[in-house]
Each structure stands twice: as structure tokens, then as C-alpha cells.
């Protein structure tokens, strides 16, 4: 059984950072790409930044210059580092991580959430 769950969200005030991380657990054979997405109020759930394997990074256009993707691989995890965040930013922040098993199947494994509220 494989467990993604997500740490680090909060309150803060624009211009504040945060850093999220998420951690996957459970028995997997390759973990391949991982990427944060997010969800507004109302909104759809949108891809905030993605990093594959081989550490390619992949970004929205809301976060460039803004958010750091980023993997340690030995410890099965995945970081985002939001810094000068805005109002906007506010929303449910979900990890999600690409991984196969022995035989190529792929598989893509969820977080519940952590929330991020950017206000004064």
C-alpha cells in the first residue's frame, strides 16, 4: 500500500514563504515524475510545478521565479519552496507522484492536501 502525504502548509502574509513537502511510503518499484498541483475555491485543480526523473522542471506560469521544485530520491520525496506569495496563491496543495512497478505499469498516487492561506 502506497501513502503520499503532504506537510508544510499555513497561514501566511503576502510576500511570505513556505515550503511544502511530501513524502511517499509504501512499497513501490520506481517513483518517476512528481509535481505539486493546486486547488481553489470554485476553481479546478491546476498543476503548480513538476519535476521528472531525471530532474527536468516544468513550472505555471503563476509561479515562475516565484516556486522551487525540487527531489531527494533516497528519502522518496518532493519539496516546494513558495516564496513572495500572494493572496492568489491561497488553495489546497496536492502532491502527486508517478511511480511503476516490476512489470511498467505506471501508477499516480494522491495526497489529501495541506492548505495554504496568504493573508494579512
Known amino acids: 500500500q502506497v501513502h503520499v502525504v503532504e506537510s508544510g502548509g499555513g497561514l501566511v502574509q503576502p510576500g511570505g514563504s513556505l515550503r511544502l513537502s511530501c513524502t511517499l511510503s509504501g512499497s513501490t518499484f520506481a517513483i518517476n515524475a512528481m509535481g505539486w498541483y493546486r486547488q481553489a475555491p470554485g476553481e479546478q485543480r491546476e498543476l503548480v510545478a513538476a519535476?521528472?526523473?531525471?530532474?527536468?522542471?516544468n513550472y505555471a506560469d503563476s509561479g515562475k521565479g516565484r516556486f522551487t521544485i525540487s527531489r531527494d530520491n533516497a528519502k522518496n520525496a518532493v519539496y516546494l519552496q513558495m516564496n513572495s506569495l500572494k493572496p492568489e496563491d491561497a488553495a489546497v496543495y496536492y502532491c502527486n507522484m508517478n511511480t511503476s512497478d516490476p512489470w511498467g505499469d505506471e501508477h499516480y498516487h494522491w495526497g489529501q492536501g495541506t492548505q495554504v492561506t496568504v493573508s494579512s
Open positions: 519535476i521528472t526523473g531525471d530532474d527536468n522542471t
